[in-house]
């Protein structure tokens, strides 16, 4: 694989633009270089959560995605590419299934919040829906292979997944939303 990043200040973004990986410039602001950018953010908070004491189940999952992550980054950064597993969707369908079989069935909103793994989990959730967003806005204006898509959708569900069985393994149990009436409060 040779030496990718042997110079790193190279001033050729000090106009506003990157390149991609085919060699095209674009604007750093443009809904490729967005959704890239979400992706690697997303990728940063997943390996926040994995610096946590976690279940020994759900650490090789979480690197497992760290690597389609940025496998996901590699396909995004050169148009027309093909770098992302598309049986990656359906392996984690499967594992959001194995986890879920073992929760109680959620008959109200969970609050963001809990132990220190489980709030960084929900972070990963919420910057994964907004990842969601930004690839399919990126969607919109130059179509993804629908794997890309699907996957994102899925890692969102595993991750509010991964919030409930975490909240157990650090509380016991999830912090529930009680409305404004039965929280016993004056509502100011």
């Known amino acids: 694989m040779g030496h990718r990043l042997s110079k790193i200040v190279t001033r050729t973004g000090d106009d506003g633009t990157t390149g991609l990986g085919d060699g095209s410039r674009v604007e750093k602001d443009s809904p490729r270089v967005e959704a890239c950018g979400e992706v690697d953010e997303l990728n940063s908070f997943v390996g926040r959560l994995l610096a946590h004491d976690l279940p020994a189940e759900v650490t090789p999952v979480l690197a497992?995605?760290?690597?389609?992550?940025?496998?996901?980054?590699?396909?995004?950064?050169?148009?027309?590419?093909?770098?992302?597993?598309?049986?990656?969707?359906?392996?984690?369908?499967?594992?959001?299934?194995?986890?879920?079989?073992?929760?109680?069935?959620?008959?109200?909103?969970?609050?963001?919040?809990?132990?220190?793994?489980?709030?960084?989990?929900?972070?990963?959730?919420?910057?994964?829906?907004?990842?969601?967003?930004?690839?399919?806005?990126?969607?919109w204006e130059e179509p993804l292979r629908p794997g890309v898509l699907a996957y994102i959708n899925r890692l969102s569900d595993l991750l509010f997944v991964l919030c409930r069985v975490l909240a157990r393994y650090e509380n016991g149990g999830e912090v529930l939303w009680r409305p404004a009436g039965e929280r016993g409060d004056s509502g100011v």
Do not use: M, W, Y
Request: aromatic residues 6%.
């Open 64 to 139: 497992r995605i760290q690597h389609e992550l940025f496998d996901l980054g590699a396909e995004l950064a050169v148009p027309g590419g093909e770098a992302f597993p598309e049986l990656a969707v359906g392996r984690l369908e499967a594992v959001v299934e194995a986890f879920n079989a073992d929760l109680p069935p959620l008959k109200e909103f969970i609050l963001p919040g809990g132990g220190p793994a489980t709030a960084d989990c929900h972070v990963a959730r919420s910057v994964c829906r907004r990842t969601e967003r930004r690839l399919t806005a990126l969607h």
